[in-house]
């Protein structure tokens, strides 16, 4: 987007302005002036709205920098996009070079169109994107990383796609029944109800890209299954996406049993977080034990996501961050 004949240009400072006569303005501007304050906190210049027109004005290589971010903000939103903190954060850095904080651009296509409450699911970094191609490429796939940058989401959204496409005839969903802390033994109700709480964060995925009601449809049927770690002893699977979730909590025992449980035409995509290992502290995670020993084996593929992968709060990154500094060799 060039400036318009309004631009001015005064030494190192200069003047823009972007029409947004195109867009709705609340799209560009967010909730309450969210996006605009966003944009503001990472432009060391001022940004002005009157009428259909932002008015940016800055030294000239930020101006410019900030004239194409809400140039390809407006573009996005006329192509349906929905624009928030995350976005504004990757658009920023690829304009200003920072590579630290990059994301990815979202693909062209989203990965798969859902009928729960996301209508379409991109990849929104660097490493989401990295993930996605190795589980197309990998048949055993391990994704190591901290909490929101969406491992197991992305994985439940890579077994809908596979199940859609007839490449799987189900979906395995498999956690340890590990607390974190807490004593959840004594829950009232039948088996199904006591491990309930070990598999809802799975359950949530589904409901994002299913909705309930083909969630009941497909357990039913059994397209879909969920199940603890235990309960997979002796089991073949075949024909089937099996996603194993906080693995950090497997021991090595158990990780071993459930890599010899895959059949022919098995796929399995193994999550975990190894900065927040439940297990007692003389017992040595399996998730840790095979980065070590299965790295190198073909057909087995690992991905390392970072707090730059991170798609909860803003706040979550700093958290991650803060403990990382805390404790490194916990990290």
């Known amino acids: 987007m060039t400036p318009t004949p309004g631009g001015t240009d005064t030494g190192d400072r200069q003047e823009v302005r972007v029409d947004l006569g195109r867009v709705d303005h609340l799209s560009v501007l967010g909730p309450n002036d969210a996006n605009l304050r966003d944009l503001e906190e990472r432009f060391d210049g001022t940004l002005v709205v009157r009428g259909q027109t932002m008015i940016i004005n800055g030294s000239s ?4 920098a900030m004239q194409d971010v809400v140039g390809e903000l407006v573009e996005r939103i006329r192509l349906g996009h929905a624009i928030d903190s995350v976005t504004i954060g990757y658009l920023w850095a690829r304009r200003t070079g920072d590579q630290a904080t990059e994301a990815a651009e979202p693909a062209d296509e989203p990965i798969l169109y859902s009928s729960g409450t996301r209508r379409a699911v991109r990849v929104r970094t660097v490493g989401q994107r990295k993930y996605v191609d190795v589980i197309r490429a990998c ?18 959204v890579m077994a809908m796609d596979y199940l859609k496409r007839q490449l799987v005839d189900r979906i395995v969903l498999v956690r340890p029944a590990v607390e974190a802390g807490e004593q959840l033994g004594f829950l009232p109700g039948d088996l199904q109800e ?44 075949n024909n089937a996406f099996v996603i194993l979730d906080e693995a950090q909590n497997t021991t090595v025992g158990q990780m071993k049993m459930f890599l010899t449980r895959l059949g022919r035409q098995a796929k399995a995509v193994v999550t975990g977080d190894i900065t927040q290992i439940d297990l007692p502290r003389e017992e040595r995670s399996g998730l840790v034990h095979v980065r070590e020993i299965l790295r190198d084996t073909e057909g087995i593929g690992f991905v390392e996501l970072g707090t730059a992968d991170v798609m909860r709060h803003p ?10 500094e805390a404790d490194p060799d916990r990290t």
Do not use: C, H, W
């Open 61 to 64: 290589d930020q101006v410019t």
């Open 139 to 156: 048949d055993v796939v391990f994704a190591i990383g901290p909490a929101g940058t969406g491992k197991t989401f992305l994985a439940v």
């Open 315 to 324: 706040l979550v990154r700093r958290i991650i961050d803060a403990f990382a």
């Open 194 to 237: 006591k491990i309930n709480p070990y598999l809802r964060p799975l359950y949530d995925a589904l409901v994002d890209i299913l909705g309930p009601a083909r969630i009941t449809k497909y357990t039913a049927r059994g397209v879909i299954e969920a199940s603890p770690l235990a309960y997979m002893r002796g089991r073949t699977l």
